[in-house]
Nanobody, 124 residues
Framework: VQLQASGGGLVQAGGSLRLSCAASGGTFRPYAVGWFRQAPGKERELVAAISRSGGTTYYADSVKGRFTISRDNAKNTVYLQMNSLKPGDTAVHYC??????????????????WGQGTQVTVSS
């Protein structure tokens, strides 16, 4: 399965972006999907994740109430709607997929497939 992340860009603080992660060469259906981000000099961290059914979601405390993850299995695409963006959200954002159990959604090591990343820059 190949993952293609898109939708990043430059936005002012308080603005919104919607990231998309599209799968090709396979299907998302069997997998949980996560969005991670990595800022310069920092470790990669989970932003949000969604179970394979879409029934369970997980958010980092820093984005709760601002970001929403969703999936459309028919379109083989997972979305991350980001509202009320802050300069601290600036990072390369990656999507990842894998046969992840619910208790391991926040662990990067649990994901098998990774997209190439899309840059999100929030100006103050």
């Amino acid at each position: 399965v190949q993952l293609q992340a898109s939708g990043g860009g430059l936005v002012q603080a308080g603005g919104s972006l919607r990231l998309s992660c599209a799968a090709s060469g396979g299907t998302f259906r069997p997998y949980a999907v996560g969005w991670f981000r990595q800022a310069p000099g920092k470790e990669r961290e989970l932003v949000a994740a969604i179970s394979r059914s879409g029934g369970t979601t997980y958010y980092a405390d820093s984005v709760k109430g601002r970001f929403t993850i969703s999936r459309d299995n028919a379109k083989n695409t997972v979305y991350l709607q980001m509202n009320s963006l802050k300069p601290g959200d600036t990072a390369v954002h990656y999507c990842a997929a894998g046969p992840v159990i619910l208790s391991a959604l926040s662990s990067p090591e649990s994901y098998v497939y990774w997209g190439q990343g899309t840059q999100v820059t929030v100006s103050s």
